[in-house]
Each structure stands twice: as structure tokens, then as C-alpha cells.
């Protein structure tokens, strides 16, 4: 379902199959196999770490340590780790552009775009940036999936 | 500094054109404003810190 994507690429979250949340980026990806992968049942295993928040929404432990809320997903079934309670289902991004979103009355494609834009502007740490990652965020500004929207 | 302070203040601009065009979608325009506040308060952050290297310098 979602083998082959990689760190960075985009997926789509569900709350409920059909029932869309939102778009997300992979921040990692690792694979289990042997003794790791058969705690789970598996000889083989990828695993995506997702977040579901982004960095400005990112909780601070009591011990101010800063945490990260990833959604760790099963590649193969596109669901949480077998464990924990299914609260989300991730799926790759639905390739169907000029049909309507009924969530919202737009096209999937704009709606897509417009979070990941959202998601986009607020991933930049913007205190500990460096001339490379700005230069990396001009370059989406520049190239990137904005560009239709100037159009419009 | 100046490559930095200057890549600044062209995302700052893009983020206007892209402003415009979600002009009417209240949470884009919010977000985008937050992230020129923070690109605002960057950029004067370094400037502020360059000025100091530059006294320093000049005490030195």
C-alpha cells in the first residue's frame, strides 16, 4: 500500500476509510526484519514515522524535553502499529484532481495543495534556520506547488 | 549574513503573492502572516546580532 515512499514524501491521513483528515510528510522510514520484525509477526517490516503535528504544535515533555507525536504505520496495511488503538489509516495521496472534496466544495487537488502549503509554512523552525534550508524553502516557493496558484 | 537577510526578504515577497491568491481562505492567510512575523522577527534578530559582531569587531 505504501512500500516504495520514502522520507519526505507526502501521504494522505483518514480518520475512517473515505473520511480524509489531512496531508502529512513521512519523516522517516525504517525497516525491521528478523527478531525485530517477528515481534510483530513479520519477517519483514517498513515502517513510516509520521507527524501529526507539526513543529509549532510540537508538545514539550515535563522534563522540557521537546517531543515529537509521530504515527508510526505498517507500510504494508497503512495502519498503526498492530498495538496501540487505531485512531488513523495513511494512505498515498488520491490521484483524482478535478473531483469535488465534498468536506469542503473544492477540488481535491486545491485542498491538497492548500495543506500542504499550510504544512509546509509550519515545519520551518525559523530560530535555528541556516541559508541553506531558506534557500531549500525558496526554491519550493519558486518552483513548487505554488506556482498554480499564482495562475489562478 | 547579507545571502541570508536577502533570501529573507524574497520569501517574504513570495509569501505575499501567495497571499493574494488564498486571500479569501482566512487559515492560509493567518499562516502566512505568522510565518512573516517570524520571518520579520528573524531578520531583525540578525541583524541585531551582525550589528554586535561588527562593535565587537571594532572594539577588538
Not at chain 1, 520514502?6 to 510528510?25: C, G, H, M, Q, S
Not at chain 1, 473531483?99 to 523552525?125: A, M, P, R
Request: with cysteine.
Amino acid at each position: 500500500m505504501l512500500k516504495n515512499l520514502n522520507e519526505n514524501d507526502w501521504v494522505a491521513i483518514y480518520t475512517k476509510p473515505n473520511l480524509f483528515l489531512k496531508v502529512a510528510r513521512i519523516d522517516h522510514k525504517i525497516i525491521l526484519m528478523g527478531d525485530e520484525a517477528e515481534t510483530y509477526g513479520k519477517s519483514y517490516l517498513e515502517l513510516l514515522f509520521i507527524r501529526i503535528k507539526d513543529r509549532m504544535n510540537k508538545s514539550i515533555d515535563a522534563d522540557g524535553a521537546v517531543k515529537n507525536d509521530y504515527l508510526i504505520i505498517d507500510a504494508e496495511t497503512g495502519k498503526e502499529l498492530e498495538g496501540k488503538k487505531q485512531h488513523f489509516l495513511v494512505e498515498r495521496i488520491p490521484d483524482c484532481k478535478n473531483i469535488v472534496f465534498e468536506q469542503t466544495g473544492k477540488t481535491w487537488y486545491d485542498e491538497i495543495e492548500k495543506q500542504k502549503l499550510i504544512y509546509t509554512l509550519s515545519d520551518i523552525e525559523w530560530k535555528s534556520i541556516d541559508l541553506k534550508d531558506l534557500q531549500s524553502i525558496k526554491k519550493q516557493l519558486d518552483i513548487g506547488f505554488f506556482e498554480r496558484n499564482y495562475a489562478n | 549574513m547579507k545571502d541570508i537577510i536577502q533570501t529573507l526578504i524574497e520569501i517574504n515577497n513570495k509569501l505575499s503573492q501567495v497571499e493574494g491568491a488564498y486571500s479569501k481562505d482566512e487559515i492560509v492567510v493567518r499562516k502566512i502572516n505568522d510565518v512573516q512575523q517570524s520571518i520579520v522577527l528573524l531578520a531583525k534578530e540578525l541583524t541585531k546580532t551582525g550589528t554586535q559582531n561588527v562593535e565587537e569587531l571594532k572594539r577588538e
